[in-house]
């Protein structure tokens, strides 16, 4: 299925936007057999720098550079299209000339409402990837598997369609979450419904008892259910039939722990086929895993250390595994370099001047693409005490003195910290 190489006929490629996305969309359309022939970006600090080894200038000296140019815009929409909109109005470019150009529509929604699924542990189709726990699956947002693809996904699009209805008029039956979500929002989204995250996070156990994990699939085996109605390949098989996946879709692999599942050579055969984000605590070292960093689908690796010492590893993932972790992470890095490692903070458990000097040399050793910043999500977005701000200070101040890309998952805290964290 994966992306149909892209002939430009020789054209130079301006990738517009050298921000976070920008990885993304490089390794994406590499495999594509498209490079850029440079950056470009609105802001005029990373004029004259390079990003990702490529020449980031001003759109205006990049069309000068490149006549003949094609384009890709790298940010993700709404943002992405509002660039599209603004450059297509100026007259600079042509729709023809985006690479990754697709007609949108201005409505409330969101990145779940526009192309997520997960083929969930509790036998249910879900739509919303921020209630994955079983307790706070949202009624409205799922549907229940009924043992055959074709009838549940059905009753699941209808569903969204619903949802969206619901959200975008005057009935709220079905949009009550949504419409107190901080992640819907009036913009610009795809016209194209098709999935563009499929998750298999059908269970299948977990070496470690991190703390703050409310991941049910972790005590999971895969259910019967799944096993015989539904496997990843039949499930892929139905929705690539009937054309239901964006040509750029991702497959997130990260149902328990994927290094003592079951059924992971089956699903990664599937996988081999996609880009993928994987998650994995890193505690098992995959040959599977460094293929597809290696071949390039593995678009991220993402793996939460959430500590700098061995000791408060022990006590944050149940289990004192941090040497091995480390060493797996170095060994995955010799393949690719899509690795980012996470950091969930919490409260007077990791928020020491040790852990994050320790994670810090981690990331140095291991020569990481990104360190991520997250928080308990459990804890909903309460705000958070002062030394554990103080400490996502010293690791985001830290990262930057030793070049390493860093990125808040702000939409995890509240408004006064995220405001505050924006400063750091
Ligand atoms: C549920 S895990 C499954 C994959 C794999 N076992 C792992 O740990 O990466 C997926 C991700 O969810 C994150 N996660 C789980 N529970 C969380 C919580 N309560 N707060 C923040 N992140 C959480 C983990 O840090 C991990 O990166
Ligand atoms: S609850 Fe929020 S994230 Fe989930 S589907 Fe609704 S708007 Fe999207
Ligand atoms: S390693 Fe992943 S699945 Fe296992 S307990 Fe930790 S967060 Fe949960």
Known sequence: ????QIDTKGRPVIFYGAGHEAFFEVAKYHKKGVAPACFCDR???KWGTKFLGFDCISLEQAVKQYPDFLMVVTPRYPLRFHIMEDLLERGLVTKDQILN???WTKRKSCHDLCGYIDFHYSKRLLMCCSCDSTETIYKSHCVGFNGSIADSLDAFFTRREGVLSDLNGEAQELAQYCSNCRWAVEDYWPVDQRFRRIAYSVGGGCQFNCVYCGSVARHTMISETWEKSATFPEVMEYLEQ????????IIEIGTGEICVNPRQNEIFDVADNYFTFLFTNAGIYSERIAAQIKNGNALQLLVSVDAGTEETFRKVKGTPAFKNVRENLKKYRRFGNSIYIKYVFLPGINDTDEDVDGFIALAKEVDVREITISRNFEDGF????????NMIQRMIVS??????PVTPFFSLFSKEDALLISTF
């Open 399 to 404: 990262a930057r003195e030793n070049r390493i």
């Open 382 to 389: 309460a705000a958070l005490p002062k030394q554990t701000l």
């Open 1 to 4: 299925m994966i992306v149909n």
């Open 43 to 45: 802001d005029a600090a």
């Open 101 to 103: 150009y697709e007609p």
């Open 242 to 249: 009937n054309n239901l996946i964006h040509p750029d879709a």
